[in-house]
């Protein structure tokens, strides 16, 4: 027990000896306190400044970081548009090189097909319909191949003049049948007349026909009238 | 297709004047070319105009230099106002079939109409040119000729009235062969009378053209029958004197630009069972658009005898 007293008293002792030195130090120095507070308040305003540094070091590098981002992706772009040009040329070139057997081959081969299709249509016949001719023009070798031009302009006929689409391809066999003679002969039931249609619309246009245009359409209107009254 | 009447009415129409056109002589020689459609409701429509081309005189050397501007020809048109209509007013009962009639190829109907119309047309035309046109377009036979109160056409002067019609167009830098006479059946006999009346130079269709008469001293003779621009002795019906028309093609422009039926319905209140009515309409206009193209000749036939006037 005694020891443990001593222990403690020595303690006390050393602490007493600390408290003692730091009240002469601040004897010493007596604008210590004040000091201490600038201290503070420097350290703080340096601290402000260092992080306000570093935010602005941080938008500087980010903003480098996203110029050159831009910078990279726009050489990518122009690099990829002069690929493709290069390529798209390259093929030009070799399209024009391959034109004109290829195309006269892919052509050949499309007349092919569509006369297995259409054994009784004339070519030649179609070839003298101006209106046909037109029709394809740009658009033979393109996306659709020569029966599906035939086809679409064949209903674009039939919605136009009001006959059937068998009408219509029948015009182009009984030409045939009279130019060449080869061909089939086939019979319609339909007279050479105007369509209801065709009717209404030269009905519309006939009191401003000159003496000319009137007797171009006269014969065959005759005929469609009174085909259309014997049908009623 | 329920009824074919909404093409009949206009296909009547053009019927019509198909058949009344070619009956016509004056109105037949007139050019009759118009473009594109009359405008129903301004009422305009473009006819073309014929210019006469330069000709240069030029060396070839100079012509390589300086070639001369291009004059467009077949581009221009005249936009003319028309003015003129003529209709035919008739109608049917519901159980009448006069459309019918009316349509049918041989239809005697039809026949007398377009007698009528032809006719009409015809005696407006000729009226227009005796008693419209101004003084400057008059070639005054009898002035010329010194008639006074005795003199008058004959077998003796004849040739020397179709040297002065002649001599009008050259001297107006044309050419007399696109001329022709319109005169009465008078002439005709005048030229009988003088013996010549020439055939020998005719090809085959000159015959089938409406009122042909004859070529006498290089000139084209046709044969107008109007009786309002005659004077007539009162007992025989002979001409007395006349104003005949020397004109070329493009003298009158005449056009017909519209032609139509319409039709509409007719109440049983007014005609029993009620019916249709039906106009037959024709648009239609003459115009005069180069004056040294067209004259109209008075012809004594007799001493001192009275030209007609307008009625």
Known sequence: MPEEKKVEDKQIEEEKKIDEKDFFVDLLNPEDDEDETDDDEQKKKAAEEAKAKDEEEQRRKNKDAEEARKRREAEAKAKAEADAKAAEEASRKQTSKETPNENVNKLGEQLVEFKKKYPDVELVELDKDANFKKYIEGKLLGRKDFTGLYEEYVELRQSLSGKSQEEIRQSYERKAAASSGSSKTTTSDTPDVYSEEELEKISKKLPYMSRAEADRVSAKLDKSIAFYENKK | ?311
């Open chain 2, 1 to 311: 297709m329920a009824s074919t009447e909404f093409v009949k009415l206009p296909a009547l129409s053009s019927k019509i004047y198909k058949e009344w056109y070619p009956k016509t002589v004056l109105v037949q020689s007139c050019d009759d070319s118009f473009e594109g459609e009359l405008n129903l409701e301004t009422r305009e429509l473009d006819i073309p105009v014929y210019h006469d081309l330069t000709v240069h005189q030029t060396t070839i050397k100079e012509r390589e230099l300086k070639p001369a501007a291009i004059e467009f020809v077949k581009a221009s048109t005249k936009r003319v106002t028309i003015d003129k209509g003529r209709y035919s007013h008739w109608g049917q009962t519901t159980l009448g079939k006069l459309i019918d009639r009316l349509s049918a190829e041989d239809s005697e109907v039809r026949r007398k109409l377009v007698n009528k119309w032809a006719i009409e047309a015809e005696k407006e035309l000729a009226e227009w040119c005796a008693f419209s046109l101004p003084t400057a377009q008059t070639i005054n036979i009898p002035s010329i000729l010194s008639w006074s109160t005795t003199g008058y056409l004959t077998e003796d002067n004849v040739l020397q009235v179709l040297d002065i019609l002649k001599a009008k167009a050259i001297a107006a830098n044309m050419e007399p062969s696109e001329f022709k006479l319109f005169a009465s059946e008078a002439f005709e006999t005048v030229l009988r009378d003088a013996k010549i009346l020439l055939g020998y130079n005719l090809d085959a269709n000159e015959a089938f053209k409406a009122g042909f008469v004859a070529y006498a001293n290089g000139v084209d003779i046709r044969r107008i029958q109007v009786p309002s621009i005659t004077t007539r002795n009162s007992t025989s019906g002979l001409v007395e004197a006349e104003y005949a028309v020397w004109k070329t093609r493009d003298g009158i422009q005449y056009v017909v630009p519209y032609k139509n039926t319409v039709s509409y319905d007719i109440m049983p209140t007014e005609v029993l069972l009620g019916g249709t009515g039906y106009q037959t309409v024709e648009y239609y206009d003459f115009f005069n658009i180069y004056p040294t193209r067209l004259y109209r000749v008075p012809l004594y036939y007799k001493a001192n005898p009275t030209l007609p006037t307008a009625s």
